[in-house]
């Protein structure tokens, strides 16, 4: 039985075309939405792989012009998967929030998720959302207080990222009563749920994707990357990778 997939990929990384082969077999593995990212310094959630794919990017000199360019790109040849725009709140802010929304909706971008723009507090995020007929998509996290965790379920968001447990990305995840309350908890205002972190095998994502909209993985896609890529064989890398990570897509998506 199939379910909705929705991918993360670090634009940019490692290099430009294995990026694009990259994004372009999870399309082909069956992710029905991609969660771009754009690498960041100084991240709060990511772990060690995000952050060290990140460092790479930034080292080569990669700008946030270029992961909109590479959106745009992606988005005209495949304009039927929905595109999210993950990042943090420091490079969203420095050019204006607004601009910054205008400039990814420009791009093909639908939805934004921003970590540290709580969604109470969001510097302007949620007002420019809705001037450009967008998606702000708060993140919900098991620590969060049931009151807040309430105030943020009841506040009409088409989606909720939600954390299915503490830590940073890059763990694994078993599935347990209490995160099934948390979700339970998550969804009580309709919101279409997005339930990552830490999900790496079919196994997973069919035993969550009964209580979530959609299944989100990222960091087995970056390893996979970082595992089969050799700066000295790139094309041969290329291959390898996007041969790997249409397979593991198609196995998350089911």
Do not use: W
């Not at 000199?61 to 988005?75: E, K, M």
């Not at 001037?131 to 309430?150: C, D, G, N, W």
């Not at 790139?234 to 249409?246: N, V």
């Amino acid at each position: 039985m199939s379910r909705i997939l929705m991918a993360h990929q670090i634009a940019g990384y490692p290099d430009d075309e294995t990026a694009l082969a990259a994004g372009e077999s999870l399309i082909k593995g069956g992710a029905k939405i991609l969660e771009i990212q754009l690498a960041f310094s100084d991240p709060s959630a990511d772990g060690v792989a995000i952050q060290t794919a990140c460092s790479n990017v930034l080292g080569r000199g990669y700008t946030v012009r270029d992961g909109f360019a590479y959106i745009s790109l992606l988005h005209k040849k495949h304009p039927e998967v929905q595109l999210f725009l993950m990042t943090y709140a420091s490079l969203a802010y420095r050019p204006g929030i607004a601009d910054f929304v205008k400039t990814a909706r420009d791009a093909g971008v639908t939805g934004f998720i921003i970590p540290d723009l709580p969604f109470d507090c969001d510097e302007g995020l949620g007002e420019a959302c809705r001037k450009f007929e967008l998606y702000q998509i708060p993140v919900a996290a098991p620590s969060m207080t049931h009151e807040r965790l309430h105030e943020m379920a009841s506040a009409g968001f088409e989606y909720i990222y939600t954390v299915l447990r503490a830590g940073i990305t890059g763990g694994k995840t078993v599935v347990t009563s209490d995160m099934l309350a948390f979700l339970d908890a998550a969804r009580e205002g309709g919101s279409k749920l997005l339930g990552g972190f830490g999900i790496t095998s079919g196994e997973q994502a069919e035993a969550l994707s009964e209580h979530v909209y959609a299944v989100v993985a990222g960091s087995v896609f970056v390893n996979i990357i970082t595992d089969n890529y050799d700066s000295r064989k790139p094309a041969e890398s290329r291959r390898i990778i996007a041969e790997k990570i249409e397979a593991k897509a198609a196995e998350l998506a089911g």
